[in-house]
């Protein structure tokens, strides 16, 4: 079980951090940064029913005319959300100076509809052993 400190929350359908969020990360890029022998993994998820609301609304508010009858967005939409979801963590700590060979993404998780995790929305930070 992940504590609130190992888990990135993201809004429904989105891949840009929050603010709070930011700040969880500037400080664990810090401490990274003093410990240079420690690495990271980042596991990007998307939740099949936050996320597929989420997309299916701003998809709607997108067109002009009525939505189309589609109840779900494609798996690998929802899949490639998540690996964004990591790649933005990823991204951010790098800038912050962390060096990329300390933080590093697995395949995405898909949380199928259905399922009741709370925020599926989430990259999860996973503490690599060094060598």
């Known amino acids: 079980q992940q504590t609130p400190d190992d888990i990135i929350k993201f ?14 990360l500037n400080t664990l890029a810090s401490l990274l940064k003093e410990r240079p022998l420690l690495a990271l993994n980042l596991t990007g998820f998307a939740d099949g029913n936050a996320d597929n609301r989420a997309l299916l609304k701003s998809k709607k508010t997108q067109q002009a005319q009525p939505a189309t009858n589609q109840a779900t967005i494609p798996e690998k939409q929802l899949l ?16 912050q100076g962390v060096s990329p060979q300390q933080v590093r993404t697995s395949s995405p998780v898909l ?6 995790e709370p925020s599926g929305c989430r990259v999860v930070i996973s503490l690599i052993a060094p060598p």
């Open 111 to 116: 949380i199928a509809a259905g399922k009741t």
């Open 11 to 24: 809004t429904a359908g989105e891949s840009k951090l929050g603010a709070a969020m930011k700040e969880q």
């Open 80 to 95: 490639s959300l998540a690996a964004k979801r990591a790649q933005t963590v990823q991204t951010l700590l790098i800038e």
